[in-house]
């Protein structure tokens, strides 16, 4: 398989931010195809059949979640919203119409990158599948519903073990409460975000070296939990 | 230089020339009688006043056919009449709106005692030519001695023909000038002969008896000497106005006692006289005795109108409650010093005196010190001239009377018939008191006295020998009878006086339960639209009426509040509303101005000017709104004002409190803004262009260095921006709380997680209790306020100091600490460092902060309904304790942990 490089559209309509992503991301070795507006975006998504869509949500033409809804009507290319901080339940809206991570504006290059990586991962991943999850001290082994921290075995019970499953196989990537609530305790549970919070926190107490400053899994405040990647 | 206080115009006598200068001035043309000229005189004036240049129009006048006054019309401007129309017949009036409209500088309008034709905008010209000069139009007018109120009966005496259209005596004081059109009697009579006097055909019956010359020499006298009185009047005032020095005897206090007859107007003038010549302070002062309510409804509002025309005289308007007219005027005297008390001569009847007692007797016998001028009343007492005493619909009062009357004496006579043979006979006539008290309790004193006259008969002719005739053949029984019938009329007086006063005191109750719980109403509501709610819905529940408060908006008078809801004014009733508003006069029904409308619209007369209008419609089908009831509408109008006004202005205040407020922080916020705003990007150009020179041979290690500035002032920038931003949306109100189920570990474990950096150079030491319940929080927000409260900890300690975060349950609410080890934050800025942009000024350098973060902190905590405050020192005596405490909701759930 000859090393072709990832295609990544941009759809951003300040040109500072789709200079800079050009500048950095072309650094890493991504292509860059640029749309300043929705439309502009969903046919150079049609025309160009990116690897990866960095989509800004406050377009001038139409609305980011519309893109998402029309990119999602053909495609599963993973899509990477901006958004700002303050509009959490844009973010839950646009991760609900099939968006698979978010960024805060402003934010670094690094957070940017590794998000890139994880929905890039996740994509493949569907194809080949990976048992075994490492991050820092904590090994999750899917096949043997093993869980370690540290070469320790830790038990779990299976709704803690399902939560900690989810996270693993979306590894670096935002989980919101909904989705982890409707795939662990069923639909019926979708509004009972207290579940998941004493979940967490149990799950917590169990993997992590200090429960009060999670090292793994992360809190998105307001949207859901992500588990932290095995490279960030 | 020093002025003496005797030399300097009395403000009363400023303040009147100064009200005349307000509006138009008035000229009255008077005569003695029609025919004298005063037409001509008038129109041959305002052809000298044309000639002089003044633009004058005519509004009304009245040629009558005859060729001289038509000739003098000739070269005048005359504004087209209004028509008008009534019952089939087309009747032409003065267009007020058009002279208003072409607002000429004078107006001529001729009689100005005329009555409007119904439909007009005022029942009498007299109330037009006050509008026009309201207007600040000058008008010309004429007038004849015998349609001046307070001479109308003389007039009528002496001419024996009662004049219905009168002029108040108020016009003939305001004019600012009245000049007399005389002619001889001989002459007057001479033109009659000729036909060149016009008399309206009603007159002409009377016309015999009219222009008899001793008729004509009798008006002719009146005319002369009222005029001039005026003159010595106008003398007077001038006199004072111009501080010609006089003897001024402070001392002497006058008081005019009035009542409802209609001679008490002319007490007032007299007594207004009378202390004029002496300088005196004077007052009227009415007695309000039980008897007030049972006077017709035209006496009551007669005494009002002596009221108020004693106020407009410049005299005091008192009304005193009370038994007896001559003790309660000599105690109420001796408690203002009064030393002259003026009063009308009784004109009551010498029966009434006898039961009664004359108040005059009393008054000159218990006076002592006190002056006591009695004032010749030379006609009888008698409502002509005013509209007969309104009544009730129903039965009359009389037939009413008679029927209890004949009940309570028939009901004992057949009582006593069925009791005869049980009782002696004079002892029966107990049973007949027993008719009499019943007739006095239910109907009042005439019922009683019929009653007791009835019994008298009864008795007479059923019970005493000889038997069904009205002979008496016994004296014992005469005797007996003359008695009874003496008892019989005590025990009535009595009887119905207690009546009257219990009816007296209820309604003097009504009248102040209903202030008082107006005034209840307003004190408790807040906000001016709360204060006129208030007033509608407590007005209208007291009177059973439909209220509507209008207030001058942009767009005219605009009804901002109504009771009940729903009944709202057309916009045909608005423009009464705006009448009274712009009039400062009741308009509307029961009025004299718009009487036609459904609505009375009383205008609310506060202390800066007419506030408002209140529209008062009550449920009842009389059109006639009584004087009683208006007066107590008057009164709740005047408090509503007096609230209305100070919503006002408690609400004036607080804009200018708020303005002020706003102005300080947007200084502060500017200066704040350019500072925070500056500095960070200074820094980021400064660095950024150092890297962009080329040559400059930098280290790798400064390269870093630069580098590393632009990203910290960089993110401080984001953060300050996201404080404005958070600040902006707390205070507009724009922040929506979304809360949700949420560990307080969890906050906080996320708001470290987010500044590592920051906090790097500390030691952390973070205890959260076990087992605390969920809290229902914004999870965003609540971060923030850590973030803030841990960056500042961060940056107000040193580096290798504790930061610590400390959470636990306290009573119903869970309490979280955070405390750092700083230098602490001095006692009297506890508080102040919440405010926004409050820095701590610490002498040395400033630590860069937005002086936002700790009142973004308390805003979103408050929202919360929890508290945060800070403590210093903290621990060990160091330091400070951010405290921030937090209700747990009643409903913590529960989490269900069955699969275990």
New interface residues.
Partial sequence: MSQQPTRILVVDDEPQIRRFLRASLGVHHYQIIEAATGEEGLTRAVADHPDLVILDLGLPDIDGTEVIRRLREWSKVPIIILSV??R??DKIDALDRGADDYVTK?FGIGELLARIRAALRHQLQSETDQPLFRAGGLAVDLARRAVTVDDREIRL???EYELLRHLVIHAGKVLT?QYLLREVWGPTFMR????L?????TLRQKIEPE????RYI??E??VGYRLRDADE | MTMSSDTRPSPEALLATARHEGGGRLKIFLGAAPGVGKTYAMLGAAHNRQRQGVDLAIGIVETHGRPETIALVEGLEVITRKSIEHNGRKLDEMDIDAVIARSPALVIVDELAHTNAPGSRHRKRFLDVEELLAAGIDVYTTLNIQHLESLNDAVAQITGIRVRETVPDRIMERADEVELVDISVEDLLGRLRDGKVYLPDQAERAIGNYFRPGNLSALRQLALRHTAERVGDQMHTYMRAHAIPGPWPTQERLLVSIGPSPLSQRLVRAARRMADRRHAEWMAVYVETPRHYRLADADRERVARTLRLAEELGGEAITIPGEEIAEDLIRFARSRNVTEIVIGKSLRSRWFELLHGSVVGKLIRDSRDIDIYVVTGDEEESAIGTAPARRSPGRSPLLDDLLWSILGAGGAGAAAYILGSLISLPNLLMIFLVGVMASAVGRGLRASILASVLGVLIYDFFFVRPLLTFTIASLQDLLALAIFLLVAIIISNLTARIRDQAAAARRREERTAALYGLSRAIAGAVGLNRVLEAIVAQVGNDLRAKVAVLLPGAEGMTQRAVYPAGAGLNDQEQGAATWAWEHNQAAGRGTDTLPGKSWLYLPLRGSDGVAGVMAISPDTTDTIIPPDQRRLLEALADQAAVAIERARLAHDIERARLASERDRLQATLLSSISHDLRTPLASILGSVTTLRQKDTGLTEETRHDLLATIQEEAERLNRFVGNLLDITRLESGALRINREWVEISDVIGTALSRLVRQLEHHRLDIAVETGLPLLRLDFVLIEQVFVNLLDNAARYSPAGTTIGIHACRRDGSVEIDVTDQGQGVPPEDLERIFDKFYRVEHGDRQIAGTGLGLSICRGIVEEHDGTISAISPGHGGIGTIFRIIIPIDAESPVVERSEQ
């Fill in positions: 901080r303050g959490e339940s402003p019970t299976p709704k409460h009972e975000t207290h579940y919070r004493v979940y967490v926190g429960p009060a400053q999670p992360l809190t405040p307001g």
